[in-house]
């Protein structure tokens, strides 16, 4: 038998259920495959999506290059061009201004304001904030002009000139200065809201963001023309243009600081820093003026030019002790709050900046340099004749009369020219050893000098040397033509007559208070003697004859109650325009109480032209009222004495 076993049979099994055949299989049972034409009919539709990866290969290969040109761009701005695109940054992100101090007040001696200041600001601009390349328009400055000149009162032309310079790179132009607060606001207000719009609507440009302002201040004169000629006025520029402003000029001013600050849009931005150098106020100055009597003055002088239509006048008054000016009145004048409408000629102190002929109201002068010298007494008999001749000319008085017997005293109480000659030919051995004599006491007097004051434009006079006195100004000097002063240095002779013959400077300031309101009196005024008590005290009541004699000729100048030592003038007067004599000055010089001096009072009229044009006749009155409320007013009481009466004629 053999080991092979036979081989086996399957034997067939239960029957397994048909699976469906799988997609794309053949054989039994399988599907049926799709032919060329689609799904058959009734079937879903199935999208087949392309393969992701090429496109996010190209979304990263994009972002891969963006992100390439930012390093590149932030390696360019933090390395390369560092510094350029800071200092650009700084340019545009920080403003300097210039903090402007706060000017010192202005003050009469009883603390009064005369000069103040009140807050304003200029209108600045940054005109490289206008640039096309900025505001991303072309007519910016076009257009901030057609805003802002209404605004400011100004030429839309001018405003586009300053915010389109021909230096591209100028930051900083004034638009307009010494603005109100309610003008500042109404700019600022409308830049607002053109920024506000901006934020929303792409289309509108804040055309303002380059318009900043400067805080100042506006110079301010409460009482307008009263003191101008004293005060001045402040320029444009917020500096004196005249008068004490200018005088005192830096010391009203003080120092002005600095700020630095960041601004966006015009705006200031307060977290990023700023950096400040605080102004230092200027001094307050206290004036020796008193405004009561200033007013005085001007209300009497304005009032007699208008009625007399003379070109101008002017009156001085003076403490007689200290030489301090109460009072220094000009008409016409002037209102320094608005110079646009003032006449050029009323500008400045015609009282110290005119030089003029004083006429008879230097003669006391002549008789101060004849009674020093004892060449003559009061009592001193002096024949005039109707006529004199002397050198090339006829002397003349003012009116004809028959030969006058007068005293030295009645020389000048009648305001004799030829008398003053004959007395001041006494003053030396020959003519010209008396016109030495003469000429060494006018400049004692203060006569061809500066009064001391400092004032701008301030005249002194003309005063030649006696060598070089023509033939006809050795006799006119005597009786005051020939030699021409300032009505202030005509005062002071008065003054220092007042003054028992001693000279005391005059002066305008009392003293000054800095920033730490400590008050600094002004230096002490210089004294000088220029004749003796004696002689000052002939003269005073000689002065008086003027006055209260019924030959004198300013009996217009009495005031009931006080002794009045005074003198009148008409002289020949010079015309500025032409240089040659047309029309008269006419004045009048005096001091009250005579017998106890304590103010002074001089006035002067040039050209008057309707009514008299005789001292005595229109400045007399203008004496007697300026002096009546001096006195008042500084509560100066009657002596009670009565007036010397010197004789004024003898019988031959």
């Not at 008999?381 to 003349?396: A, M, S, Y």
């Amino acid at each position: 038998m053999s080991d092979r076993q036979p081989p086996r049979r399957r034997v067939p099994g239960p029957a397994r259920p048909v699976r469906p055949a799988a997609r794309g299989r053949t054989g039994p049972g399988a599907r049926p495959a799709r032919g060329p034409g689609g799904p058959r009919p009734g079937a879903p539709k199935t999208i087949r999506l392309g393969s992701p990866r090429p496109r996010l290969r190209l979304v990263g290969v994009g972002l891969t290059l963006v992100m390439l040109a930012f390093v590149v761009r932030l390696v360019q701005v933090q390395a390369v061009d560092a510094s350029t695109y800071a200092g650009k940054a700084e340019r545009n992100r920080y403003v300097g201004q210039v903090l402007a101090a706060e000017r010192g007040e202005i003050t009469d001696r009883n603390g009064v304001p005369l000069a103040t200041s009140e807050e304003a600001y200029d209108i600045t601009a940054d005109p490289t904030m206008f640039a096309p390349d900025e505001l991303k328009i072309d007519d910016g400055p076009e257009q901030a002009a057609a805003l802002l000149a209404p605004i400011l009162g100004a030429d839309p032309e001018d405003l586009v000139r300053k915010l389109r310079p021909d230096n591209p790179a100028l930051r900083y132009v004034k638009l307009a200065g010494r603005q109100t607060p309610q003008v500042w606001r109404q700019i600022k207000d409308l830049r607002s809201a053109l920024a506000a719009k901006s934020e929303t609507d792409r289309s509108t440009v804040n055309v303002l963001a380059g318009i900043f302002s400067v805080p100042t201040s506006k110079r301010v004169y409460p009482n307008n023309e009263l003191a101008a000629g004293i005060l001045g006025w402040v320029n444009a520029e917020g500096k004196g243009g005249g008068g004490v402003e200018l005088q005192l000029e830096k010391r009203l001013a003080g120092e002005d600081g600095k700020i630095r600050y960041a601004q966006s849009g015009g705006r200031l931005v307060p977290t990023a820093g700023s950096t400040e150098t605080p102004a230092v106020p200027g001094d307050d100055i206290e004036l020796t003026i008193d405004r009561d009597i200033q007013w005085a003055a001007q209300n009497a002088i304005s009032k007699q030019v208008e009625e007399s239509a003379a070109d101008r006048g002017y009156v001085i008054v003076q403490d007689t002790r200290t030489g301090e000016v109460l009072a220094m009145a000009n008409a016409p004048g002037f209102d320094p709050n608005d110079l646009s409408d003032a006449d050029p000629r009323t500008l400045g102190n015609a009282a110290l900046q005119d030089a003029f002929e004083p006429g008879s109201t230097a003669k006391v002068l002549s008789m101060a340099a004849v009674l020093e010298e004892k060449a003559a007494t009061p009592g001193t008999h002096v024949v005039v004749p109707n006529r004199l001749h002397r050198g090339d000319r006829l002397f003349k008085d003012d009116i004809d009369h028959p030969t006058w017997y007068l005293t030295l005293n009645g020389v000048l109480a009648k305001s004799s020219n030829i008398g003053t000659i004959l007395a001041t030919g006494q003053l030396g051995k020959t003519q010209s050893q008396a016109n030495k004599v003469l000429y060494d006491y006018l400049r004692k007097f203060g006569l061809g000098s500066h009064t001391g004051l400092g004032f701008p434009g301030e005249t002194k006079g003309i005063l030649a040397p006696p060598d070089q006195w023509s033939t006809s100004q050795q006799y006119t000097i005597p009786f005051g033509q020939g030699v021409s002063v300032n009505a202030m240095q005509a005062a002071s002779v008065y003054s220092t007559i007042a003054n028992g013959g001693v000279r005391v400077e005059p002066t305008f300031v009392r003293g000054s208070k800095g920033p730490d309101g400590r008050f600094t009196p002004a230096p002490e005024p210089e004294r000088k003697r220029v004749v003796s008590e004696k002689t000052a005290k002939t003269l005073a009541r000689m002065l008086e004859s003027v006055v209260d004699d019924e030959e004198g000729t300013g009996t217009k100048a009495r005031i009931p109650g006080y002794r009045v030592a005074g003198k009148t003038g008409t002289a020949n007067r010079v015309d500025p325009a032409t240089g040659k004599y047309h029309g008269y000055t006419s004045s009048f010089a005096g001091f009250a109480p005579a017998d106890k001096p304590r103010i002074t009072v001089y006035c002067v009229i040039q050209n008057a032209t309707q009514g008299s044009y005789f001292g005595g006749q229109i400045c007399g009155p203008v004496f007697k009222e300026v002096m009546a409320f001096s006195l008042k007013s500084l509560q100066v009481p009657p002596t009670g004495a009565a007036p010397a009466a010197l004789p004024v004629t003898f019988k031959p």
